[in-house]
């Protein structure tokens, strides 16, 4: 199973916003509605800020919003914040054998 | 407080064998999958390995088929990764982490802080 394909780096000023793509195939992406995306900082544990392509956790702020077309999920996050500098990885759900794959990971900066 | 805490991690040779522990509180651990996760310094997330919330059923990545095996102990809110013939390209910081939905899969919203394991002769 072959990671998801997400551009290795993005950037924006803060208040500005940024999108992340998240490319699969219909085995993953595609094929299922169970896309997540992660928040990791340096040296911590990854956080989960969207499940089920576009719902959000309690907790995380309404700035960050998940889509998906076709194979690409895509994460946006809006009003940028010194705070969102991090890697962001998506996942998809793919199949019982390989169940869950992960992204390349995109690290984010916030100029 | 709902928490995972991994333990168990450390420095092995090239061959040998590991088992590594995640200590779950907080919330009815026997509920829930649970997975294994592992990071390559300076790498992406890797999935690594399932087991449902009974222990019935597991799934393992390719990478890891034939050496690695999942377990739980419900009893004990434990979920347990025994690593055999580990390989230099093993070494990463091995996470555990909880489905968000009981009895079904979704993605990881629980996740614990992570054991590093080295492969190094």
């Known amino acids: 199973q072959s990671a998801l394909t997400q551009p290795p780096s993005a950037s924006g000023s803060p208040g500005q916003s940024v999108t992340i793509s998240c490319t699969g195939t219909s085995s993953d992406v595609g094929g299922y509605n169970y896309v997540s995306w992660y928040q990791q900082h340096p040296g911590k544990a990854p956080k989960l800020m969207i499940y089920?392509?576009?719902k959000r956790p309690s907790g995380v702020p309404d700035r960050f919003s998940g889509s998906k077309s076709g194979n690409t999920a895509s994460l946006t996050v809006s009003g940028l914040q010194a705070e969102d500098e991090a890697d962001y990885y998506c996942?998809?759900?793919?199949?019982?054998?390989?169940?869950?794959?992960f992204g390349t990971g995109t690290k984010v900066t916030v100029l | 407080e709902v928490q995972l805490v991994e333990s168990g991690g450390g420095l092995v040779q090239p061959g040998g064998s590991l088992r590594l522990s995640c200590a779950a509180s907080g919330f009815t651990f026997s509920s829930y999958w649970m997975h294994w996760v592992r990071q390559a310094p300076g790498k992406g997330l890797v999935w690594v390995s399932r087991?449902?919330?009974?222990?019935?059923?597991?799934s393992y990545a390719d990478s890891v088929k034939g050496r690695f095996t999942i377990s739980r102990d419900n009893a004990k809110n434990t979920l347990y990764l025994q690593m055999n013939s580990l390989r230099a390209e093993d070494t990463a910081v091995y996470y555990c982490?909880?489905?968000?939905?009981?009895?079904?899969?979704?993605?990881?919203?629980?996740w614990g802080q992570g054991t590093t394991v080295t492969v190094s002769s």
């Open positions: 982490a909880r489905d968000r939905v009981p009895y079904y899969y979704d993605s990881l919203d629980v």
């Open positions: 996942s998809s759900y793919a199949g019982s054998n390989n169940f869950y794959v």
């Open positions: 089920e392509v576009s």
């Open positions: 087991i449902n919330s009974d222990g019935s059923s597991t």
